[in-house]
């Protein structure tokens, strides 16, 4: 409103260019605004859900990248993977500062071989997945994933232990 009245105040009788000016510039921000309100941005965490339970083995163990957003995470999934007949574990990583800490225990965690674990993450907490794919190289491979409209879903098998009755070493070789 007080840009209206900035233009018409500077343009004294000779409205005309300013109104012009006005009615243009909302003209063209109108498909812009009307898509806006047509479609929604929001998170796909249903779509992600399903997905999951889609995809997943009778017993997945499925980690929620951030602690605090877990109900997000698991408000879709428990009916999705219900219906689906599967059942999985929810685990979570952690929360801020904790989350190097957090990885490192998902790497460590005594996996059965060929086992699934998915990892369920919004798109704020994308640094999991490298974290992931950086600290449990040899506990965890990659098999694949899907992105969703800010939530991203990776699918990870438990690799066998180098050694009968050892966990994988998590040194670097070299």
Known sequence: ??????????????????GMVVVGGCAASLPVVLASYQKPWKEE?????????????AQSTVVATWAPNAIYFNYYLRG???EAGKSYALATVGVQDDVPHGVSELCQRPWKAGEQVVLFQHQMHRLY????????????RWVSGREFRGVFVDFYEAVAPEHPGSAPSMSPKG
């Open 129 to 140: 997945f490298d974290m992931v794919n950086q600290r449990c190289a040899g506990t965890l």
């Open 45 to 57: 965490y249903r779509e992600a859900s399903r997905f999951i339970a889609q995809h997943a083995q």
């Open 1 to 18: 409103m007080a840009l209206f009245a900035l233009l018409f105040s500077l343009a004294g009788r000779r409205w005309l260019l300013p």
């Open 80 to 82: 999705f993977m219900a």
